[in-house]
């Protein structure tokens, strides 16, 4: 963000595909695969009817859990096994015919979600969770009918009931963690207010949010949510924005300066142009990232869905291999079914394949309401293994509000006033740091302004344009030099940044500015280092500035004058060096460095969101959220790997114990047992995803 490259306004491309990583694919989220597709939903149509089904699923899991509640108490009182343990008798004529029926109402109502999931799956090609739930309760339930129409052994029923039971209330739960999940990202849908007040001439009118267009006018209420993105025109208040940046502390808004739809406005009253339409508002862009990045599938998420499928081979070989064993050593038909239905359900690879979309669920929701945008999960994942952070200066370590310390004429003839005015007039049209300054340091000295022509950028030296039939130009000291022979040399201050200003090829005199270092830049260092991570800046800024601010902060090193073209050189060395680098910049002019980083950090305001060439965007410049992003990308690594550990462990050693390997020691599960134990993997999987939660500067 160094001036010397600011001036170049043109987006820059350069090594975008680094991004383009073919793992990340979109696709359903793995809960959604496994519950049979029927939770499939239209990410295009809005996330609004996605929650609306969402919630019809956990109705229709409720609806079905009761009605097998019900069913499921005649059916054990029915069954001969739980008659022998409670020491009752209970028989009347067609008792038998009565348990079929029951219990053929809970395998066709309370299975139907897992036998037209096995269908599907079937029909995929992709056996997976349903399949194995499908295949064991249809066994079972066929085993049964079997033994009522004459088959020697004991039936099935009550096992089946419970089974199917407890199933339909492990989904139940499941699905409802998913949906907690998304709360993050609902809560920040309903950020958006419905109406707005559109200012038309004299008259306020309430329109819908949905209706404003650009250039529209609307009036913000004190205590009301701004409605739309855009620049305040009249009156002054502070906004709380800290639902959409993360920032705790309000921030004061004046004329001209940019609103964020959704920040809740104080105690002023202030018009707003509205700068485009909702589709393409901040809170737009931000809901969508977040939706495209829990849908997107990172290396790990695809380890964790190689894994399930490799969990449900396992499970359907395991199970017929114990069917197997237990019928060829002389036990009764019932028994070997009965282990290997355990078996298959014990197996279900359900905790697995939630391991690690649950906690993006929440991790990518999360980031979103603490500033940090994810567009890129395998970036966000890799954070966990930064070695170097490479820190732009300007704006980022620095406040990159720079004022004017001294300014003084070179030439005869030209007052230093005049210098000051002559660079004013080029920098006009730049929104550049070092502009600003020049521009506020002419006004306060109530200088006139005569207006620039042909204003043009040189690319990452400068700006050069016509006033008043002088050819100005305002350059960098390293252009100075190399373009200019009679460049003097100038005392430049610790802290400062110097400029040039050239006058019909002649340099005229220099503009020293100076910006100030963050508050939170120096902790924000400190805690990196602390966590061993090195702090490297990198600036176009002269090598006097770039020393005292890298001292100043306790950095490892810095890297001094370097043009945009060269970032990405500097940030190659490091690699070469062995470093795995995260490059933290403004995401338009450092685009080539930040695609060749491991892992692009852009520093942008959210309305440049789409442009940016970087796996992650901060929505504010603080130092300390790279920090947050870095700890933050530990923490979720670290719930994933707990969650896929569990997932896995339980298996582990569930596995053997439903098979019956300490059968002689008189330990058995029956498929209820291993349907609860099931569904408790699945439960701890949810909770521990849901722990997640961004502290500042903490774990």
Same mark, same amino acid.
């Given at each position: 963000m160094e001036h010397q490259h600011q001036h170049d306004h043109t987006h820059m491309d350069g090594g975008?595909?680094?991004?383009?990583?073919?793992? !990340?694919?979109?696709?359903?989220?793995?809960?959604?695969?496994?519950?049979?597709?029927?939770?499939?939903?239209?990410?295009?149509?809005?996330?609004?009817?996605?929650?609306?089904?969402?919630?019809?699923?956990?109705?229709?899991?409720?609806?079905?859990?009761?009605? +097998?509640l019900v069913l499921t108490l005649p059916v054990m009182l029915l069954s001969?096994?739980?008659?022998?343990?409670?020491?009752?008798?209970?028989?009347?004529?067609?008792?038998?015919?009565?348990?079929?029926?029951?219990?053929?109402?809970?395998?066709?109502?309370?299975?139907?979600?897992?036998?037209?999931?096995?269908?599907?799956?079937?029909?995929?090609?992709?056996?997976?969770?349903?399949?194995? /739930?499908g295949f064991a309760i249809t066994v079972a339930y066929i085993y049964s009918v079997a033994t009522i129409a004459g088959l020697k052994g004991m039936d099935f029923f009550w096992e089946l009931t419970t089974l199917i039971l407890i199933m339909l209330l492990g989904h139940w739960i499941e699905m409802k963690s998913i949906a907690g999940a998304s709360r993050e990202l609902e809560l920040l849908v309903q950020l958006m207010p419905d109406d707005a007040h559109l200012v038309h001439g004299e008259h306020i009118m309430d329109v819908k949010?949905?209706?404003?267009?650009?250039?529209?006018?609307?009036l913000v209420k004190p205590g009301e949510k701004?409605?739309?993105?855009?620049?305040?025109?009249?009156?002054?208040?502070?906004?709380?924005?800290? !639902?959409?940046?993360?920032?705790?502390?309000?921030?004061?808004?004046?004329?001209?300066?940019?609103?964020?739809?959704?920040?809740?406005?104080?105690n002023g009253a202030i018009k707003v142009a509205v700068a485009h339409g909702a589709a393409n508002s901040y809170l737009s862009q931000v809901v969508k990232l977040v939706q495209d990045a829990q849908q997107s599938k990172s290396k790990t998420q695809l380890l964790a869905d190689k894994a399930a499928r490799w969990l449900t081979g396992i499970a359907i070989l395991s199970g017929i291999v114990t069917f197997l064993y237990w019928w060829g050593s002389g036990r009764e038909l019932a028994f070997a079914i009965e282990r290997m239905v355990t078996v298959i359900v014990i197996c279900c690879p359900h905790a697995l394949g939630l391991a690690v979309p649950l906690v993006i669920a929440r991790s990518t929701a999360l980031s979103a309401r603490h500033g940090l945008l994810i567009k890129n999960r395998t970036d966000f994942e890799n954070s966990r293994n930064i070695?170097?952070?490479?820190?732009?200066?300007?704006?980022?370590?620095?406040?990159?509000?720079?004022?004017?310390?001294?300014?003084?004429?070179?030439?005869?003839?030209?007052?230093k006033e005049m210098v000051l005015q002559l $660079?004013?007039?080029?920098?006009?049209?730049?929104?550049?740091?070092?502009?600003?300054?020049?521009?506020?340091?002419?006004? $306060?000295?109530?200088?006139?302004?005569?207006?620039?022509?042909?204003?043009?950028?040189?690319?990452?030296?400068?700006?050069?344009?016509?006033?008043?039939?002088?050819? +100005?130009?305002?350059?960098?000291?390293?252009?100075?030099?190399?373009?200019?022979?009679? %460049? *003097?040399?100038?005392?430049?201050?610790?802290?400062?940044?110097? +400029?040039?200003?050239?006058?019909?090829?002649?340099? %005229?005199?220099?503009?020293?500015?100076?910006?100030?270092?963050? *508050?939170?830049? %120096?902790?924000?260092?400190?805690?990196?280092?602390?966590?061993?991570?090195?702090?490297?800046?990198?600036?176009?800024?002269?090598?006097?500035? %770039?020393?005292?601010v890298s001292k100043q902060l306790g950095m490892d090193s810095f890297i001094a004058e370097v043009l945009p073209h060269q970032k990405l050189d500097k940030i190659r060395e490091l690699q070469q060096q062995g470093e795995f680098v995260a490059m933290t910049g403004d995401g338009i002019n450092d685009a080539p460095a930040l695609a060749q980083a491991n892992v692009g950090i852009a520093i942008g305001s959210g309305s440049d969101i789409a442009a940016e060439t970087a #796996?992650?965007?901060?929505?504010?410049?603080? *130092?300390?959220?790279?920090?947050?992003?870095?700890?933050?990308?530990?923490?979720?690594?670290?719930? !994933?790997?707990?969650?896929?550990?569990?997932?896995? #462990?339980?298996? /582990? /050693? $569930?596995? *053997?114990?439903?098979?019956?390997?300490?059968?002689?020691?008189?330990?058995?599960?029956?498929?209820?047992?291993?349907?609860v134990l099931m569904t408790v993997s699945t439960v701890v999987v949810a909770i521990n995803a849901s722990l997640l939660k961004v502290k500042n500067g903490g774990k």
């Open positions: 975008k595909s680094a991004h383009d990583h073919s793992a !990340m694919e979109h696709s359903e989220q793995q809960h959604q695969d496994q519950h049979g597709k029927q939770d499939k939903h239209d990410h295009h149509g809005g996330h609004g009817g996605h929650h609306d089904h969402h919630a019809m699923m956990i109705a229709d899991f409720r609806k079905r859990f009761f009605v +097998v001969q096994m739980i008659q022998h343990w409670l020491g009752i008798n209970i028989h009347f004529p067609g008792d038998n015919y009565l348990l079929l029926a029951l219990s053929s109402v809970v395998f066709f109502y309370g299975g139907w979600p897992f036998l037209k999931g096995w269908w599907e799956e079937m029909k995929g090609r992709e056996p997976g969770m349903m399949t194995l /739930i949010t949905a209706t404003l267009k650009e250039g529209d006018v609307i701004v409605a739309a993105d855009g620049k305040v025109l009249e009156g002054t208040t502070w906004l709380n924005e800290s !639902m959409l940046t993360g920032e705790s502390k309000p921030v004061e808004k004046q004329k001209n300066d940019n609103v964020i739809a959704g920040s809740i406005n104080g070695t170097t952070i490479v820190f732009d200066k300007t704006g980022t370590l620095t406040v990159g509000r720079f004022e004017v310390v001294r300014f003084e004429s070179l030439q005869q003839g030209i007052s $660079a004013a007039a080029v920098e006009g049209s730049s929104e550049h740091p070092i502009a600003t300054g020049i521009i506020s340091k002419a006004q $306060a000295l109530q200088l006139s302004l005569p207006a620039g022509a042909n204003i043009q950028a040189i690319t990452g030296k400068g700006i050069t344009g016509s006033v008043d039939g002088k050819q +100005v130009q305002v350059i960098s000291p390293g252009y100075a030099t190399t373009g200019f022979s009679n %460049a *003097p040399a100038v005392d430049i201050q610790a802290g400062e940044t110097l +400029v040039y200003v050239v006058v019909d090829n002649t340099i %005229a005199g220099f503009i020293a500015l100076a910006d100030q270092i963050r *508050p939170e830049s %120096a902790g924000a260092i400190a805690t990196l280092q602390a966590n061993h991570i090195k702090t490297t800046l990198l600036t176009g800024d002269n090598k006097v500035v %770039a020393e005292s #796996g992650i965007v901060l929505v504010n410049s603080n *130092p300390q959220d790279v920090v947050n992003l870095v700890l933050f990308g530990k923490a979720t690594w670290r719930k !994933m790997m707990q969650n896929l550990a569990w997932a896995t #462990g339980y298996n /582990i /050693i $569930a596995l *053997p114990l439903a098979a019956g390997v300490l059968y002689k020691e008189g330990i058995l599960l029956s498929p209820a047992a291993g349907a």
